[in-house]
């Protein structure tokens, strides 16, 4: 996950707004998405967005992308400690007809009370 | 579907030895990934099949490292011989070719090296 960059940790209080940030490489990246890992768990996905949109709502979930910086952001509202978690960027890249999914390292999400 | 399954979920091996890793993807799904997690390197990409034919294995560490797809249902990756910087967590991913592309992951092998 060179190539995608996240700060590797975060920490905020039950309640507050979590921005997790990312940055990728691909300009032609079509998808762009975040995934979840708990502990001892593969990753699942939590949202995705599409290259030619700017902004994305899914219940307390805020995904914006600014494509000239290739600059993608996850808001988390209202905080929970169920969302303690470590957060993956990653970005389609196609090539030749196939595409691969590249992910960030991770950002680790710590919720304190 | 049961999801992606992989086994063992757990590997101790001494340095040396051989390791199989398997994994069983979605029924339908096209695509399969190898990844490999470690706090030093965050989640790489080993490699990935598409149809069961290996598309790009450039992530794959080094000769010791080989991947297999002998059918739709069915993937190994093995290493011999291991050593110790190979203990990671090897996850392995399948997705359907779409607009969308969502990957699938399975559970891990948590693989350690003595």
């Known amino acids: 996950g060179e190539d995608v960059e996240q700060s590797l940790f975060l920490s905020v209080r039950e309640g507050d707004s979590s921005v997790i940030n990312c940055t990728y490489t691909?300009?032609?990246?079509?998808?762009l998405y975040w995934y979840k890992q708990e502990p001892g768990a593969g990753l699942q996905l939590l949202t995705y967005?599409?290259?030619?949109?700017d902004m994305k709502q899914d219940q307390r979930l805020t995904v914006l992308l600014n494509k000239k910086d290739k600059h993608l952001s996850l808001r988390i509202a209202d905080t929970q400690t169920g969302d303690s978690a470590i957060y993956f960027c990653?970005?389609?890249?196609?090539?030749?007809?196939?595409?691969?999914?590249?992910f960030g390292a991770g950002t680790r999400l710590a919720v304190h009370p | 579907d049961a999801g992606v399954i992989q086994s063992p979920r757990h590997e101790v091996t001494e340095m040396g030895q051989e390791v199989t890793l398997r994994c069983k993807p979605i029924?339908?799904?096209?695509?399969l990934f190898w990844y490999r997690q470690t706090m030093m390197r965050g989640l790489e990409l080993l490699i990935y099949?598409?149809?069961?034919?290996?598309?790009?294995d450039s992530g794959m560490p080094e000769d010791r490292f080989s991947a297999k797809m002998p059918n739709a249902s069915f993937s190994t990756l093995k290493i011999q011989p291991s050593e110790p910087r190979d203990s990671a967590v090897y996850f392995c991913?399948?997705?359907?070719?779409?607009?969308?592309?969502?990957?699938?992951f399975g559970q891990g092998t948590r693989l350690t090296v003595v």
């Open positions: 991913a399948s997705s359907l070719q779409g607009r969308n592309t969502e990957a699938f």
């Open positions: 691909d300009s032609s990246s079509t998808y």
């Open positions: 967005i599409f290259s030619n949109m």
């Open positions: 990653a970005e389609r890249r196609d090539s030749g007809g196939y595409n691969k999914l590249i």
């Open positions: 029924s339908g799904h096209d695509y």
């Open positions: 099949f598409n149809n069961n034919v290996p598309i790009d």
